[in-house]
C-alpha cells in the first residue's frame, strides 16, 4: 500500500454548518437544490455567499419547496454531477417520497441533515424524529457528532457514495443547534488539491446527458423484477460498509482523524455501555471519563454510520458487556424503544446475546437538554441492573416532566361574547346587485375588542399584526382563523401561551388551504344534520405568508378551484422571515437577500416578483 | 485583582469555565460569545467550546449563549446547555423579572453581571437567588451616547470576571472582529468595549437582595399529566401575561393626554395593541384613548410616526411616570 502523508491543515473556530459549507467551498459542488428550513438553512446561505463572490461555481437552485428540492437534485444528479442539499425535520419528510427514488436509481448525491423534531407540534430544536424516517430509504447515512465531522464526513461522502461498488446517495448528519450552531476548533484541509485527490472525479456508467448513449432512467418494473433491483440495493449496501472501513483508512492517514464504524470510548473491557448517537455521545464521554475515574467499567457506543448499520462491529465489542443502555432522541409510539433499539437488541439476539441486559430510554425530544450529570445516570442505570435484574425499568423516557399538579393555568381573559364580535362597526347592503359597505372611523374601530391579545412575540414594528388587526376589524361576527407556517403563527402561539382569543389551527404551510377547506365542509354538513344549529355562522380565514404561497401554491389553487366558501389572505413581507429572512417568489427582482447575494457572479434575485393576485384570479374565484 | 466602585473583585484561579449569556434577540449575545470563544480558543489556546440557544429567529425573543473553556486543556465535549455557569450576564434588567427562569443555576460560585443604571446593591432577584459577585453596566446608555452595539458594552464589563482571559486579548479579539464593520463603527465599538470596562461596578452580593417575589401568575408548570393532550391551549389570549418591555432600547412614547385628539390612528398601526380605549359619547369620535399599555411596547415608534399631532414623542425611559405606566390592557378587559 502506498504512504499517504498527512496534508496541510489550518485551524479555525467553526460551527458545524460552518463545517457543512466549507466542505461544499472545497468540493465545488455542480449543484446545490434547496428550500429554507431551521436549523440547516445557514448552510445554503453561506454557499450562495461564497457563489456571489466567485469562491465557488455551484448552481443555486432555490426551490418552492423541498420535494421540488429533492426533485432539482435527482435530476442533477442523473446528469452525472456533484449534487448537495441540506434540510431538516418536516423538509426531510416533505422530500420523503423523493429520497428512495435516488437510492433506486443509484444516483449520488449528499444531503446534509441538520436534524430537528417533526411536527406536530412544531417545534425547531434538534432531535432525531427526521432521521428516522430516512432509515428505509437506502440512503447511506453518516453520523457527524461534532463540527470537525460535519466537514470530514461531507468530503467521506462524496467518494463513498461514488464508489464503483456503491453508488448511493449519501445523508450527513448533524444535530441541529448542537451541533450546527456549536463552534468548535476545527481544521480544514488548506489546499483544495488535497480535498480534490481525496474525493477523485465523478465517473457515471449511466447519465441522461449524452444523447450518443442513450438510456431509460426510471422504468415501469413489477415483479418479478423488482426483488431483485431491490437486492442489488442491499449488496450495494454491503459493499458500503466495506468501501467506508477502506475510505475513512485513508482519511485518517490524510487528516489524523478516525471514524470508525462504531466507535468506543471508555474501558474496553466494559461492564455496562451506553449507546447513543451523536453529539449526546460527546456529552457523554465526560461522564465516561468521571465514572472510569471511580472505578466503574462504562463505554459509549457512537456509530459514526448508521446506515448500513455496523453490526459486525458490534457484535465484536459486546462480549466483555453484561448490560447495555440504549438511549435515543427520537420514540416509536407504541414499541418499547425507539428505532435504534430494536436495531441493537437484534443484533445483540443474532449473537446469541441474550444474557447481555439491553434497556431502552428515551430522552432529549424536541431539543430539552441533556448534559453530562444526565448521561451519567442513564450509565449508571446500566451498572444498576447488572447488579440487580428488574433493578430499573427495561423501557422509560428520560426527563418527561409530570407537570405540577392537575391543575390547569388559571383562564385569563373570557371568551369574545357574541357583542363583542359584532359591535355592528362595519355594515354591509344589497343594493341594486351591489355591495355597499359603510365603516365608522378609526376611533371607534380601536374600541372594538381585538381578536389577538397584545403579548405576542413578534420583531419590533412588524407589519404582520396591525394588518392583521385592520382586516379583522372589518369583519363582523365569528371567526375562525387556520394560520399557516411562518412568523405569523410562530410568535403567537409560543406554548403555553397563544395570543389567539379565537379558535386557531395551525398546518404546515404547504397545506393550510386544502386544511380549512375540509373544516369549512364540515361545518357546513353539521348545519345540514342538525348537529350544529342552522343560524351559527362562523367566517373561515386562512393567514399565510408569501411563503406559504410558495411551497402551498398547488393546494391553495386547487382549493379555490374547488370554491369554498373561505378567505385566504396573504401578508406578503417578501420573503421567509420566519427562518430568517430568504428569498421567496414574490421577493422583487434584484432584491438581496440571505439566499440571494449580491456579489460579483450574483445579482441578487434572479428571477421575477411572483404575481400571485393574477395567479389566483386565474382560478376564477368571485 | 481588580478595584471596582470601592470593593476589590478576586476570581480564585480556575481549570474549567462556563459561562452563560441571557439576551434579546438582536442584542448581539451571539457575537459576544463568539468573541469570548475566540480569545479562549484561538488566542490563549484553551479547549472550548460556544454555542448558542435561540427561541426562534426572531428580534425580541430570548436567546441564549453558552461559552465554556479549561485552561488546563482538558478536552471539552459535553454539547449541552451550562447549568451553572460561573458567569451569568443578563443583557437586560427587564429580564429579571420578565424571563425569571435566567437565575437558574446560579449558586455562591456564580458571578453576576446585569446591563442596568442601577447599582449592583440596588438590583434585586427572585428569591433563592445568591449570587457571588453583582456587576453592574448601564449599557443602554454607553450604547446610546458611544452609538455601538450593546454587545461591546457587556464584554467590555465583563472583563474583570474573566481574568483567564485578560483585558488585553478581549479587546484585540474584538478589534479584530469589528474589521468587517465601517472605520467609524469600528472605532466607536472599541470606545463601547472600553466604557465598557471602565465603566462597571462591582459588589459582593448582599443577603437582602434576593427579595423579587414574582407574581403568581400563570404558574402551573405543564407536563403530562396535566397538560390538554395534542398540545392544545385553552387559554386563549394568555400572552397578554407576558412583557415585552426588554425589546425597547431605552426609549418608549410618551402620550401627552392634553394634545391627543382621540382619533385613533395609532391604534391602527401598533403592531402589539398597547392602546386601551374606551367608549365615551363625549368624545369627539365617540372614543376615548386611555392610555398604553407599556408591558407589551417594543418601542417601534410607528404609533409616533402616525400621530397626526404629535401626542405622542420619544422620551427615554425614566421620563415617564409610574402613573403613566400604570395603565392596564388587561385590567380594561374587566
Ligand atoms: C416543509 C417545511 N419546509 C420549511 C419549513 C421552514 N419554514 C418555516 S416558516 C418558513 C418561511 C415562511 O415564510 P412566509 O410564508 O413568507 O412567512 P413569514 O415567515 O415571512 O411570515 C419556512 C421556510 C417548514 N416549517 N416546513
Ligand atoms: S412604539 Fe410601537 S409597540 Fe410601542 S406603542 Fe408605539 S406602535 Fe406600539
Ligand atoms: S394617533 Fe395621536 S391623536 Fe390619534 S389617538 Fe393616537 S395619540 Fe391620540
Redesign the interface.
Known amino acids: 500500500m502506498k504512504t499517504i502523508k498527512e496534508v496541510e491543515q489550518v485551524?479555525q473556530?467553526r460551527?458545524g454548518n460552518e463545517m457543512v459549507a466549507e466542505a461544499a467551498r472545497a468540493i465545488d459542488f455542480h449543484f446545490m437544490g434547496y428550500y429554507p428550513i431551521?436549523p440547516s438553512t445557514e448552510i445554503s446561505e453561506r454557499i450562495d455567499a461564497m457563489k456571489a463572490k466567485g469562491e465557488i461555481r455551484t448552481v443555486m437552485l432555490p426551490a418552492d419547496g423541498e420535494h421540488g428540492a429533492a426533485g432539482a437534485c435527482f435530476g442533477a444528479s442523473t446528469g452525472g454531477a456533484r449534487v448537495l442539499n441540506a434540510t431538516s425535520a418536516n423538509g426531510l419528510l416533505y422530500s420523503l417520497e423523493q429520497l428512495p427514488v435516488q437510492a433506486g436509481s443509484r444516483m449520488p448525491m449528499v444531503l446534509n441533515l441538520v436534524t430537528r423534531s417533526v411536527s406536530?407540534?412544531l417545534d425547531?430544536r434538534c432531535d432525531h424524529s427526521d432521521l428516522m424516517f430516512a432509515l428505509q430509504t437506502g440512503w447511506i447515512i453518516l453520523m457527524a457528532s461534532t463540527p470537525q465531522a460535519a466537514y470530514d464526513m461531507n468530503l467521506i461522502a462524496v467518494r463513498l457514495g461514488e464508489h464503483p461498488k456503491v453508488r448511493l446517495p449519501v445523508m450527513v448528519v448533524t444535530?441541529g443547534?448542537?451541533?450546527s450552531?456549536?463552534?468548535?476548533?476545527v481544521r480544514i484541509f488548506k489546499n483544495k488539491s488535497d480535498v480534490e485527490s481525496f474525493i477523485g472525479v465523478r465517473n457515471d456508467c449511466y447519465t441522461t446527458l449524452d444523447p450518443r448513449k442513450p438510456v431509460t432512467i426510471g422504468p415501469y418494473m413489477n415483479d418479478p423484477d423488482l426483488i431483485n433491483n431491490k437486492y442489488q440495493l442491499h449488496q450495494a449496501h454491503e459493499a458500503a460498509l466495506e468501501a467506508y472501513q477502506e475510505i475513512v483508512i485513508e482519511f485518517e492517514a490524510l487528516s489524523s482523524r478516525a471514524y470508525p464504524a462504531l466507535e468506543t470510548y471508555g474501558a474496553a473491557d466494559a461492564d455496562s455501555a451506553l449507546f447513543i448517537l451523536n453529539?449526546?455521545a460527546?456529552?457523554s464521554?465526560?461522564a465516561v471519563d468521571e465514572l472510569l475515574a471511580s472505578g466503574k467499567k462504562v463505554a459509549v457506543f457512537k456509530p459514526n454510520i448508521l446506515r448500513p448499520f455496523p453490526s459486525e462491529e458490534l457484535k465484536k465489542k459486546t462480549h466483555s458487556l453484561k448490560s447495555i443502555v440504549i438511549a435515543e432522541r427520537s420514540d416509536s409510539p407504541g414499541s418499547i424503544g425507539g428505532p435504534i433499539s430494536h436495531e441493537v437488541k437484534s443484533v445483540l439476539f443474532s449473537d446469541h446475546h441474550c444474557d447481555i441486559a439491553a434497556i431502552s430510554r428515551v430522552f432529549g425530544l424536541g431539543g430539552k437538554?441533556?448534559?453530562?450529570e444526565?448521561a451519567k445516570s442513564l450509565l449508571v442505570d446500566g451498572l444498576k441492573i447488572i447488579q440487580e435484574p428488574g433493578a430499573v425499568p427495561a423501557f422509560g423516557f428520560f426527563g418527561?416532566?409530570?407537570?405540577?399538579?392537575?391543575?390547569?393555568?388559571?383562564?385569563?381573559?373570557?371568551?369574545l361574547t357574541r357583542e363583542e364580535v359584532s359591535p355592528g362597526l362595519v355594515k354591509v347592503n344589497q343594493k341594486d346587485g351591489a355591495l355597499h359597505v359603510s365603516i365608522v372611523?378609526?376611533?371607534?374601530?380601536?374600541?372594538r375588542s381585538?381578536r389577538?391579545?397584545?403579548?405576542?412575540?413578534?420583531?419590533?414594528?412588524?407589519?404582520?399584526?396591525?394588518g392583521l388587526?385592520?382586516f379583522f376589524k372589518g369583519i363582523e361576527g365569528d371567526v375562525v382563523v387556520l394560520y399557516h407556517t411562518g412568523?405569523a403563527m410562530?410568535?403567537?402561539?409560543?406554548?403555553?401561551?397563544?395570543?389567539?382569543?379565537?379558535t386557531y389551527l395551525h398546518n404546515l404551510f404547504q397545506n393550510g388551504a386544502p386544511t380549512l377547506s375540509g373544516l369549512v365542509e364540515v361545518f357546513h354538513e353539521k348545519k345540514r344534520r342538525g348537529e350544529i344549529s342552522t343560524s351559527e355562522e362562523i367566517t373561515f380565514v386562512m393567514i399565510t405568508g408569501d411563503g406559504g404561497m410558495d411551497i402551498g401554491m398547488g393546494p391553495t389553487i386547487g382549493t379555490a378551484l374547488r370554491n369554498h366558501p373561505m378567505i385566504i389572505l396573504e401578508y406578503d413581507n417578501q420573503g421567509y422571515?420566519?427562518?430568517?429572512g430568504q428569498l421567496s417568489y414574490s421577493t422583487p427582482f434584484g432584491n438581496e437577500t440571505s439566499t440571494s447575494h449580491v456579489g460579483k457572479q450574483s445579482v441578487g434575485k434572479s428571477f421575477h416578483h411572483k404575481d400571485t393576485a393574477s395567479i389566483m384570479a386565474a382560478t376564477g374565484i368571485p | 485583582m481588580w478595584f471596582f466602585g470601592r470593593e476589590q473583585i478576586e476570581i480564585p484561579s480556575r481549570d474549567r469555565v462556563e459561562i452563560r449569556l441571557e439576551a434579546i434577540g438582536?442584542q448581539g449575545a451571539n457575537s459576544a460569545g463568539?468573541i469570548l470563544?475566540?480569545v479562549a480558543?484561538?488566542e490563549k489556546k484553551f479547549?472550548?467550546?460556544?454555542?448558542?440557544?435561540?427561541?426562534?429567529?426572531?428580534?425580541?425573543?430570548p436567546v441564549k449563549s453558552f461559552v465554556r473553556f479549561s485552561t488546563s486543556r482538558k478536552?471539552i465535549?459535553?454539547?449541552?446547555?451550562i447549568?451553572t455557569p460561573n458567569l451569568l450576564v443578563v443583557f437586560h434588567e427587564y429580564m429579571i423579572e420578565s424571563h425569571p427562569e435566567i437565575f437558574s443555576g446560579v449558586g455562591i460560585e456564580t458571578d453576576v453581571l446585569i446591563n442596568s443604571a442601577k447599582s449592583p446593591n440596588e438590583l434585586l432577584f427572585p428569591k433563592g437567588v445568591h449570587p457571588r459577585w453583582v456587576g453592574s453596566i448601564d449599557g443602554n446608555k454607553i450604547a446610546h451616547g458611544q452609538n455601538c452595539g450593546l454587545n461591546s458594552v457587556m464584554l467590555g464589563a465583563m472583563i474583570p470576571f474573566l481574568p483567564e482571559l485578560g483585558k488585553e486579548s478581549i479587546e484585540e479579539v474584538g478589534g479584530r472582529y469589528f474589521v468587517k464593520l465601517s472605520e467609524a463603527e469600528r472605532q466607536a465599538n472599541l470606545s463601547g468595549l472600553k466604557k465598557g470596562y471602565q465603566g462597571v461596578r462591582v459588589k459582593t452580593a448582599l443577603p437582602h437582595q434576593d427579595r423579587i417575589n414574582l407574581e403568581e401568575q400563570?404558574?402551573?408548570?405543564?407536563?403530562?399529566?396535566?397538560?390538554?393532550f395534542g398540545?392544545v391551549?385553552?387559554?386563549?389570549?394568555?400572552?397578554?401575561?407576558?412583557?415585552?418591555e426588554a425589546?425597547?432600547k431605552g426609549f418608549a412614547p410618551k402620550l401627552d393626554k392634553e394634545v391627543c385628539f382621540?382619533?385613533?390612528?395609532c391604534?391602527?398601526?401598533?403592531?402589539?395593541?398597547?392602546?386601551v380605549?374606551?367608549?365615551n359619547p363625549a368624545?369627539?369620535?365617540?372614543?376615548e384613548?386611555v392610555g398604553l399599555?407599556y408591558?407589551?411596547c417594543?418601542?417601534?415608534?410607528?404609533c409616533i410616526q402616525v400621530c397626526p399631532v404629535q401626542a405622542l414623542t420619544l422620551t427615554a425611559e425614566n421620563e415617564i411616570t409610574e402613573l403613566e405606566r400604570s395603565t392596564s390592557?388587561?385590567e380594561n378587559?374587566k
Open positions: 485551524t473556530l460551527t431551521t406536530g407540534p425547531i444535530d443547534f448542537f451541533t450552531h456549536q463552534r468548535q476548533e453529539s449526546a460527546e456529552t464521554k465526560e437538554d441533556f448534559n453530562e444526565d418527561a416532566d409530570q407537570g405540577q399538579s392537575k391543575a390547569l393555568p388559571k383562564t385569563i381573559l373570557p371568551a372611523d378609526t376611533a371607534l374601530l380601536a374600541t381585538k389577538i391579545a397584545p403579548g405576542h412575540g413578534a420583531c419590533p414594528g412588524c407589519g404582520i399584526f396591525s388587526d385592520q412568523c410562530v410568535v403567537t402561539t409560543d406554548y403555553p401561551f397563544s395570543a389567539h382569543r379565537i422571515m420566519n427562518t430568517g | 438582536g463568539k470563544a475566540e480558543i484561538l479547549t472550548g467550546n460556544h454555542f448558542s440557544s435561540f427561541g426562534s429567529e426572531k428580534r425580541g425573543t478536552p465535549r459535553s454539547a449541552s446547555f447549568r400563570d404558574q402551573v408548570r405543564l407536563g403530562y399529566e396535566n397538560a390538554p398540545g391551549i385553552v387559554n386563549p389570549g394568555n400572552t397578554a401575561l407576558k412583557s415585552h425589546s425597547r382621540n382619533c385613533g390612528m391604534d391602527q398601526v401598533c403592531p402589539d395593541f398597547c392602546f380605549w374606551k367608549i368624545s369627539r369620535f365617540g372614543a384613548l399599555d408591558q407589551y417594543k418601542g417601534c415608534q410607528k390592557w388587561l378587559q
